[in-house]
């Protein structure tokens, strides 16, 4: 993975945690616009690793995958829109149902997190940025000038992710949905290292009574009270 510059004094870093479905990665990126920062989207680095598993037939292979983590390339273009593995936009292969199924198995993998981790570091060097995940506030930039956990009910997130689903002509129901989310929750809260949680300094907000705006708007509100 390669290097990066040095982060300076005046760079402030917003990290983001919190469950599937929260709506986190639709407030970071919005965030990220309005003040002009770099948006990580960390879980697409997870998804990135888990398609180069899958292409080379590793992905059960733990010991291979370990070996290979080291050779990809992961880079972000676009303001973190647009994710390359090896200088190949893996945008779209990220999202496949393969590829949703299998990464919570690839990023339970303890020395993948620890390369994956290094280079979110590195790349938080670089300027003010928002990155958002699962383990950002606890152990990626756990010195982080800002710290958010975002939430909501699981009916409210299984309904959103059915509302995308549906538009995508795929037939399921909330149901199925809704069982989907609590298993992807149990995996995330559950595995041996780097759960997620609540760090002990993040803001929590509820996202299940609230609009996008409302909480972009919030961020910035806090952001611009300690300027
Ligand atoms: O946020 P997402 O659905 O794109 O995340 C994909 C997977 O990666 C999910 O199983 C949780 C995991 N992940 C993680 O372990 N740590 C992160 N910082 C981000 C995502």
């Given at each position: ?5 040095r ?59 370990i ?8 880079d ?39 390369e ?18 699962r ?19 699981v ?33 995330d ?15 929590r ?14 961020i ?8």
């Amino acid at each position: 993975m390669r290097g990066r510059m040095r982060k300076t004094a005046y760079q402030v870093t917003i990290a983001i945690d919190g469950p599937a479905g929260s709506g986190k990665s639709t407030v970071a990126r919005r965030v990220a616009e309005k003040l002009g920062f770099l948006y990580l989207d960390s879980g697409a680095m997870y998804r990135a690793v888990t398609v180069f598993a899958i292409r080379h037939g590793i992905a059960e292979d733990t010991p291979k995958l370990i070996d290979m983590v080291k050779r990809c390339h992961i880079d972000f273009a676009d303001n973190g829109k647009t994710i390359l593995l090896n200088d190949e936009n893996v945008s779209t292969d990220i999202r496949s149902p393969e590829v949703n199924s299998l990464v919570a198995d690839v990023a339970k993998i303890p020395e993948i997190r620890h390369e994956i981790v290094r280079h979110q570091q590195r790349i938080g060097e670089e300027g003010s940025l928002i990155a958002e995940g699962r383990d950002l506030t606890t152990i990626v930039f756990p010195n982080a000038d800002f710290k958010f956990y975002i939430d909501a009910s699981v009916t409210e997130r299984a309904g959103r992710r059915l509302a995308e689903l549906r538009a995508q002509n795929v037939d399921t129901t909330l149901k199925a949905v809704e069982a989907g989310i609590r298993a992807r929750d149990k995996k995330d809260t559950s595995r041996a290292h780097s759960p997620l949680r609540i760090a002990a300094d993040a803001i929590r907000v509820d996202t299940t009574q609230r609009t996008i705006d409302e909480v972009v708007d919030f961020i910035l509100g806090q952001v611009k009270s300690k300027d």
